[in-house]
């Protein structure tokens, strides 16, 4: 059975930093490209970012660029965000999922991040 | 970046009526590459269709795609108490992939 579990999340000041994590099991995790996502109160689900299977390509939205970074450790079935200088509409509930052509297949239950001083 | 914008906010319906949920796209998506999403409360969201019709591992075939270009449908025959949920659509014909602002499935 795939399981993706997040934590890592919390309340920090604006101009602060957290690194999430996510634990994965129940599948080749090398295999995959793996995608994070958050979801702001109220709104839709966003794509954050997304690192390809080798860890050396990667992509962000706009928005994070140059603040956070994603990575992984396949020996370690393991996905990481780094989220630096942090801010107010940075706050929301954050999702790692599993990459399938575009679509996200399988997600986690998600961590919050809440940026408030 | 394409806009979807889903309708309506939110469908009030009881258990074994059918529902159908609404995508529309800002522009045309390539390939039908449009998904749809159950979301539960403190749950993790399930993929249930991609492709704009093909049902994910496991879905029930209560749950039906359809749509083309900019005009995308989820409908749901009949409705089992464990549908009530929000469902979202999201296309990744173009980058970044986004995501409409769902709808809420309500039990009338």
């Known amino acids: 059975e795939v399981q993706l579990v997040e934590s890592g999340g919390g309340l920090v000041q604006p101009g602060g930093s957290l690194r999430l994590s996510c634990a994965a099991s129940?599948?080749?995790?090398?295999?995959?490209?793996m995608t994070w996502l958050r979801q702001a109160p109220g709104k839709g689900p966003e794509w954050v970012a997304t690192?390809?299977?080798?860890?050396?390509?990667?992509d962000y939205v706009d928005s994070v660029k140059g603040r956070f970074t994603v990575s992984r450790d396949n020996a370690k079935n393991s996905l990481f965000l780094q989220m630096n200088s942090l801010r107010a509409e940075d706050t929301a509930m954050y999702y790692c999922?599993?990459?399938?052509?575009?679509?996200?297949?399988?997600w986690g239950p998600g961590t919050l991040v809440t940026v408030s001083s | 970046e394409i806009v979807l914008t889903q309708s309506p906010g939110t469908l009030s319906l009881s258990p074994g009526e059918g529902a159908t949920l609404s995508c529309r796209a800002s522009?045309?998506?390539?390939?039908?590459?449009l998904a749809w999403y159950q979301h539960k409360p403190g749950q993790a969201p399930r993929l249930l269709i991609s492709?704009?019709?093909s049902r994910a591992t496991g879905i029930p075939d209560r749950f039906s795609g359809s749509g083309s270009g900019t005009d995308f449908s989820l409908t749901i025959s009949r409705l089992e108490p464990e549908d009530f949920a929000v469902y979202y659509c999201?296309?990744?014909?173009?980058?970044?992939?986004?995501f409409g602002q769902g709808t809420k499935l309500e039990i009338k």
């Open positions: 999922a599993r990459h399938m052509w575009g679509s996200f297949d399988y």
């Open positions: 129940g599948f080749t995790f090398g295999s995959y490209w």
């Open positions: 690192i390809k299977q080798g860890g050396n390509e990667r």
């Open positions: 522009q045309s998506v390539s390939s039908n590459y």
């Open positions: 492709g704009a019709s």
């Open positions: 999201q296309q990744y014909g173009s980058s970044p992939e986004t």
